[in-house]
């Protein structure tokens, strides 16, 4: 059965430290795609990244970079050098398959509540 | 490019009314769109999917009759809760997949509706 988890309920550091969110996923599927979206307290969903199962490599972008390791099945997010306005919940999610005819139904973890505090 | 807008942003209604929620792709057409509830503090919920010129699948759990979904253009999806109720009051939001060149799916959140029943 595809399950992601995030067992991290909720974080709060102090702004300038670094933070890392955990993901871990299961799935069945050689080929799927793995994500995370942070939704700031508007509610509207930001996509962060999408990682395809066949590449491993890490990923930075700005303070933001992705450790995903398919040994762990975990796909980890860590900010570097925490600001307020990262105050969000940050979800990961799956989806399995190149494409699923037209669906591309995404499985979610229970999201990481992060509070950056000044 | 891919944007999805909803609309209403927010709507309050009385017990016993209904409400209908549009989902728009704007830029793209997209012949499947999901549909997600979202209570507070926790995780997205997928209710349907909404297929053009179909009817929408439903997941196990949520009723068809009261969350009546109507994909009727390549653009357009709508969501209506009848009769609502206080328990129906959350967060929906909606996706809809952009197909790219060689058939690779993408999923575009719409920034979500507030529906308060009361």
């Known amino acids: 059965a595809q399950k992601v988890t995030q067992a991290q309920t909720e974080i709060s550091v102090v702004e300038k430290e670094d933070v890392t969110l955990d993901c871990v996923y299961e799935?069945?599927?050689?080929?799927?795609?793995l994500f995370w979206y942070k939704q700031p307290p508007s509610g509207e969903l930001v996509f962060l990244i999408r990682?395809?199962?066949?590449d491993e490599q890490n990923e930075i972008s700005g303070r933001y970079s992705w450790n995903f390791q398919k040994s762990t099945s975990s796909f980890n997010f860590t900010i570097t050098a925490s600001q307020v306005v990262d105050s969000a919940v940050y979800f990961c999610?799956?989806?399995?398959?190149?494409?699923?005819?037209?669906?591309?139904?995404?499985?979610w973890g229970l999201g990481t509540s992060l509070a950056v505090n000044p | 490019g891919a944007v999805v807008s909803q609309h209403p942003s927010w709507v309050i209604c009385k017990s016993g009314t209904s409400v209908k929620i549009e989902c728009r792709s704007l830029?793209?057409?997209?012949?499947?769109m999901f549909w997600y509830r979202q209570f507070p503090k926790q995780s997205l919920m997928l209710m349907a999917t909404?297929?053009?010129?179909?009817?929408?699948?439903?997941e196990q759990g949520v009723e068809k009759d009261k969350f009546l979904i109507n994909h009727a253009s390549l653009t357009l999806s709508t969501l209506t809760v009848t009769s609502a109720h206080p328990e129906d009051s959350s967060f929906y939001i909606c996706?809809?997949?952009?197909?790219?060149?060689?058939?690779?799916?993408?999923?575009?959140f719409g920034p979500g509706t507030r529906l308060t029943v009361t």
């Open positions: 996706s809809a997949i952009y197909v790219r060149d060689r058939g690779f799916h993408e999923q575009y």
């Open positions: 830029d793209f057409q997209a012949t499947t």
């Open positions: 909404s297929n053009e010129g179909s009817k929408a699948t439903y």
């Open positions: 799935t069945r599927d050689t080929t799927y795609y």
């Open positions: 990682r395809n199962s066949f």
């Open positions: 999610a799956l989806s399995e398959g190149y494409n699923a005819g037209n669906n591309r139904k995404l499985i």
